[in-house]
């Protein structure tokens, strides 16, 4: 493809993922299905360039200031992820020169915003929380996240799947803390495998996988993920428990569930009943209330923990989003809390950084519903599930995970045992 032909489409692709009306990843999707004539490295261009813009928005639009012409034509030229010398034969010699005095600014030496490329009202509670640690934090989530793969220990081991990847010319890791989970660096075709079509291996990130273990859902239980989304814990749930018991898939989404379907059939599990419900205080709930043994809540966040892979939900969000987030959760919370038996395991997680989604909601349960519920430590629960270094994913009793420190997307958990 011609140069000016590609940053033209740089330039349409921002246009369409910066009006900030539906989640990037989904506008890319449909952008390259309109445009099925790009290859591998071209689409790799657009999409790296587009969430690279989204990484560094505050800092490429200032920069862009100074510049001419077309607001996302500057930005893709100075966000431009693809070969230098490609790019520079679509600018004019104006666009050449204005692009080298951008490039030799002292980036060290701007605005804080402008470093930290976050929304203010996310920033100031980071910063309160973190500390010393707010900068290395930025700096993770404006870095690509790494693959990680789960392996489906109902069908397979990891050293097992670990060869089969190394055999395709994937080198494959086992993951610092989850005894289930696979890292790979960079975007290699699983889909096409035998590993991943024969139900070997899912990809979920190792944090997502902490929480299942954190759950410890056992053979011939009774056991619910509340929103189980597309049923990525839920898999991993219906493996632990060895393909026995029952497992309930509830969400509020059929379209979700739907996705659920191929990955189940693949899995080999035949213990999980997805069941699409109105809202948490659905009949179908009711009639389960104190039979259940465990609960996995993975509650409707503002998915903030994922910035790394979803850098536009920072602009997506806001904080009057974030307060009709916590009323949903708070009520999801203490509805779900209704299906445990006696001596159940509820656990509650999102995947935000922000305390107010995490320990405000668990701590405000714990209050009220004290008589009833007992809290859990989450770094006993995950030493007796075999989680590696348990002591360093916590803070208080509390699993607390942090993309620079633990290399997981960001994700809280707080457990309880029903007295």
């Known amino acids: 493809m011609h140069p000016n032909a590609l940053l033209e489409l740089a330039t349409d692709l921002l246009h369409k ?98 470093r930290h490329n976050l929304p203010e009202w996310l920033a100031e509670p980071l910063q309160a929380s973190l500390g010393d640690e707010f900068w290395p934090l930025v700096e993770s989530l404006n870095s690509a996240a790494p693959l990680d793969l789960r392996v489906n220990t109902f069908k397979a ?141 993975d509650a409707p966040c503002s998915g903030l923990g994922t910035l790394r892979r979803n850098p536009d939900m920072k602009w997506r969000q806001s904080p009057q989003a974030i307060a009709e987030l916590r009323e949903k959760q708070a009520a999801i919370l203490a509805s779900a809390s209704r299906l445990l038996k006696p001596g159940g395991r509820l656990v509650y997680a999102t995947c935000s950084l922000l305390d107010a989604e995490n320990e405000a909601i668990a701590l405000a349960f714990t209050e009220s519903h004290g008589p009833d519920f007992q809290p859990v430590s989450a770094a006993q629960a995950m030493e007796h599930a075999h989680v590696n270094s348990a002591q360093s994913l916590v803070r208080g009793d509390f699993l607390r995970l942090w993309p620079h420190r633990h290399g997981t997307d960001g994700f809280f958990a707080a457990v309880w045992q029903r007295r």
């Not at 996302?72 to 790019?87: D, H, M, S, V």
């Not at 189980?228 to 059929?254: H, P, Q």
């Open 17 to 114: 993922v910066m009006q900030f009306d539906a989640p990037a990843d989904g506008v890319v999707s449909a952008f390259f299905r309109e445009h099925r004539d790009l290859g591998p490295r071209e689409r790799h261009t657009l999409a790296e360039t587009t969430y690279a813009v989204l990484r560094q928005r505050l800092l490429f639009q200032h920069l862009a200031q100074s510049g001419k012409g077309e607001m996302e034509r500057r930005l893709a030229l100075l966000a431009w992820q693809g070969n230098a010398g490609f790019l520079r034969a679509a600018l004019s010699e104006a666009e050449q020169k204005w692009l080298e005095q951008v490039s030799a600014i002292d980036r060290s030496t701007l605005p804080a915003k402008l």
């Open 157 to 297: 081991k990891r050293d097992e799947v670990r060869t089969a990847l190394a055999a395709a010319n994937i080198d494959a890791q086992p993951t610092p803390y989850s005894p289930w989970g696979l890292r790979v660096q960079g975007k290699p075709a699983l889909n096409k495998l035998d590993v991943f079509t024969r139900g070997d291996v899912e990809v979920q990130d190792e944090g997502s996988q902490l929480l299942a273990l954190l759950t410890d859902a056992k053979r011939g239980e009774m056991v619910v993920d509340f929103c189980a989304g597309a049923g990525g814990k839920t898999l991993a749930l219906g493996a632990a428990m060895r393909n026995t018991g029952r497992l309930y898939a509830f969400d509020i989404s059929g379209h979700r569930l739907a996705a659920l379907k191929p990955r189940l059939a693949r899995s080999g599990l035949s213990n999980v009943y997805p069941v699409q419900i109105a809202h948490e205080r659905d009949e179908r709930i009711k009639r389960l209330a104190g039979k259940i043994d465990r609960v996995l809540i």
